[in-house]
């Protein structure tokens, strides 16, 4: 059967956040580029994500201004920048949910804190607040304590996503994987990718495709250098403030993590990870009772009688570190003219996308025309499709 052929300058595999970044940036830079989605844009980590761009605050706040902190704090301004309309990718359609984040410090804890708390990092984008300036609401849920500041916006994913697509006009195709047959080309690499009728040569192929990755590492005959690491995130819906808090334990690792959306039905849901997310055998009803006194402890007047309880089980996929760990950049691995890239973090998306662009040959300034394939669609938030419980 005749086949409609299209060289591309590069292929994207994936529509999470890193893969619409490189793609929406590529096109601008006059790249002829096509995404390929499997599920819907943003339907893997992205959307799961508490949307939290981080400032490197949290290292500052620990007196540890390093090269992690350094290089976090100017991804975050390159957000800000595509934010104002001036960066790589124009995002002046996404919604900041939150200017802020707060940390929620229990009184006994401060002295142990007060170093910390005590260092030269504390300035405008670090502030101990009075009790008057506690975030609305947080007083009346009966905390008491110290609560910090910390200038790190929390960004509402679903805009962000809306305002990428809409620049990525006939870019973003569904396909299924199983039915795409590769052509491995002489460099090891994709010498092509056939999906019904239509054959696309990519001159160079970014897979930001998480597990996908590993579908493709295995079409390459290699194994991906990732590691999964679970999580059993807990919802909370009801009569709920507005919350981006973050109740500090002993040290800067959160008993919680809230971050607060809207469902589609306008309910109010607080998404949580942090300490209580990090169990992922425990039943879900021993979850929910857990992060209950977690709350409690910190929010005593909360009540939490007539709220609905949910958990989302999620994998976080990531480049390998061989502790296990995070790792503070994005990750690559090359394979002919193949790169496997793992964004780690919200955040660097940006990043990931100049380094992937930097390495791309000059760009041939040619349109292509839309492909006859399905358009790729954005996917639903969690909290819309969870399974809500009372306790
Ligand atoms: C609970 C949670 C909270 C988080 N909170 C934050 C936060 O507040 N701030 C922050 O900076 N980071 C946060 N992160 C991390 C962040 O969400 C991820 O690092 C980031 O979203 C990864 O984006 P991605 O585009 O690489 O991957 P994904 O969003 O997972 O996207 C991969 C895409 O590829 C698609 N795909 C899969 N297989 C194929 C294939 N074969 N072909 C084509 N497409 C395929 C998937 O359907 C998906 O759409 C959080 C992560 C989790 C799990």
Redo the contacts with the bound molecule.
Sequence with gaps: MLKMRVNLDLLV?????????IAAAAQRAGYRVAL???????????????????AGLKYALLGQVNETAQLISAVAKDWETAMAGRGDVDLRGARVAAEAQYMLVPGGLIATLAGAIGHAALGETIQNLKEPDWPAGLAELGFKGNVIAMHEP?VEIASVLRALLGQLQDVCYH?D?SAAQVKIGTDGGVASICIGDVELAPARVV???????E??AEKLGIKAASQHRP?K?VLLKGDLPHAYWHGVGGSFRPAF?I?THKTSGGETVW?M?GAV?ENVEMPDAQQFRETAAALKKYLPKLDLQNMSWAA?P?????GYDPRGWLPDRPSYQQQGNVTL?????????PL?AKEVLEKLPVPSNESITPLPLPPAQI?DNPWDHVAWQSI
């Design positions: 595999l994936g529509g999470g956040i890193a893969g619409l970044w390929l989605e499997s599920r819907a844009l943003g339907a893997g980590q992205t959307l799961q994500s508490q949307g939290i761009i981080h929390g396909y994987p897979a930001a495709a998480a597990y996908g990755n579908w493709l999580l995130q993590t971050s998404y990870g997310a989302l999620v994998m976080r996929v990531e890239g793992w964004v780690n973090k919200l955040t660097l998306a990931m996917a």
